[in-house]
């Protein structure tokens, strides 16, 4: 995912609005350089070219601020502090003031920081000696209260230059974090599809292998019946990683219609379709891998209401890790029962409890609240602002309950602070 960068708007209207105050700026500067003055007003007594030489070069810089900064800076300050010397006007420098906005807004801080000084001192030089010496306009303190206006109106604009910089840098900061935060979500969330198909998948693959390898020579046709086994489920993982890959890759090509049955994946076939994401109707062939593991398994549904496609996909994954852990962690001959009800309300309960009765029932299981399995259960209980809890049952074996909310869109989650265990 491409990471948003803050860049300089110098987009086309903007120059173009620049260029339309430069234009203005410089015939204001023609139009004061060949006026007479009066008593206490600027008079300007030099040749008619000069005086449009210092108008162009407090007007021009305007056109180009946003383009090259302190060039612009160096030049409207140096033909504002001419026109000032001339005599030509007296004004708060406001050219130099639109060329400092520029600055605190795109060149770097430390640089803009030292071309306000510079600026400040200058002005302040040039206003004090300009009206209070060379052509007295009045006394001293008149020259240094113009003075302290050119002061106030090149840093208010300074000001107002850095201020928008901060907002921009901000907005730039907080797309960067939403993209960052869209990308891990994103990662996440495959992450939880991988190992939700890879893992229940080889759980069951592992576990028949090892009874195929036990019963290999004295009951032959146990093997057979374990090898078809591994072969069925090793199909519905590829269709199920087929179909992960598809939506991953955004292949619309290949997307199975919606509403329409699965197409199982076809080894060979040249574009296999694929099947649409599973759902409540799915969760007898869950049970059915569960028990060709030797786990004893019964399922139990009370809906009194659909369900949306996205929290079917959730009941399913839930189920589906919870009965991996069992044929993990369990073993054969467990008696597992798995509840999945919704009331009217969009509320809906998932229960998967087991009497780890089985041969592997010493396995350690109080460590799965730190497994990746678990986490992903959380992650996407959290999606629909339910609860889960899972742990050792206190006449033995494991339960996993988990409830959610239907109101609760996904990727809208609540504080991620909220214990959801």
């Not at 201020?163 to 921009?168: D, F, L, M, Q, Y």
């Not at 093997?223 to 519905?236: F, H, L, S, W």
């Not at 379709?273 to 569960?290: E, Y």
Request: aromatic share 4%; net charge positive; proline share 7%.
């Amino acid at each position: 995912m491409r990471i948003v960068r803050w860049r300089p708007r110098t987009g086309p209207h903007l120059l173009a609005v620049d260029a339309c105050v430069a234009g203005v700026v410089t015939a204001a500067y023609v139009a004061l350089a060949g006026q007479g003055g009066s008593d206490g007003l600027p008079r300007f007594s030099g040749p008619a070219w000069a005086g449009w030489l210092v108008a162009a070069g407090v007007g021009a810089p305007l056109a180009v601020r946003r383009l090259w900064p302190l060039p612009a800076l160096a030049v409207a300050l140096g033909a504002t502090a001419a026109a000032t010397l001339l005599d030509i006007t007296r004004d708060p420098y406001v050219s130099t003031a639109l060329t400092l906005y520029a600055v605190a807004l795109l060149v770097p801080p430390r640089r803009a920081v030292a071309a306000l000084a510079l600026t400040l001192a200058v002005s302040a030089a040039v206003v004090i000696t300009g009206e209070a010496a060379l052509t007295p306009s009045g006394p001293w303190p008149e020259a240094a209260g113009t003075a302290a206006l050119v002061w106030l109106v090149a840093g208010g604009a300074w000001g107002a230059g850095r201020a928008v910089r901060e907002r921009r840098a901000r907005a730039a900061r907080r797309e960067r974090r939403l993209a960052e935060e869209a990308l891990t979500e994103e990662r996440l969330r495959i992450a939880r599809e991988l190992h939700d198909i890879v893992s229940h998948s080889l759980s069951v693959i592992v576990v028949k292998a090892s009874v195929a390898n036990h019963v290999a020579k004295e009951r032959p046709e146990e093997t057979q019946d374990a090898i078809g086994a591994i072969e069925r489920t090793g199909r519905e993982a590829l269709t199920e990683m087929r179909r992960a890959l598809g939506v991953l890759r955004g292949d619309t090509a290949t997307a199975h219609p919606p509403g329409a049955d699965a197409v199982p994946y076809a080894p060979g076939a040249g574009s296999a379709q694929l099947a649409p994401p599973p759902g409540l109707d799915d969760l007898p062939s869950l049970v059915r891998r569960a028990e060709q593991a030797g786990i004893r398994t019964r399922l139990r549904t009370r809906l009194a209401a659909d369900l949306p496609a996205g929290m079917a996909l959730t009941v399913y994954r839930i189920v589906q890790e919870a009965l991996t852990n069992v044929v993990k962690h369990a073993g054969d001959g467990t008696h597992c029962e798995v509840t999945v009800t919704a009331d009217s309300r969009g509320q809906v309960h998932i229960q998967v409890v087991d009497d780890g009765a089985g041969r592997a029932a010493v396995s350690g299981r109080g460590d799965l609240r730190g497994g990746h399995g678990l986490v992903g259960m959380r992650e996407r209980v959290m999606m629909y602002g339910g609860t889960l809890d899972a742990g050792p049952r206190p006449g033995g074996g494991f339960a996993v309950s988990a409830r959610l909310q239907a109101e609760h869109a996904p990727g809208v989650a609540p504080d991620r602070r909220e214990p959801t265990a």
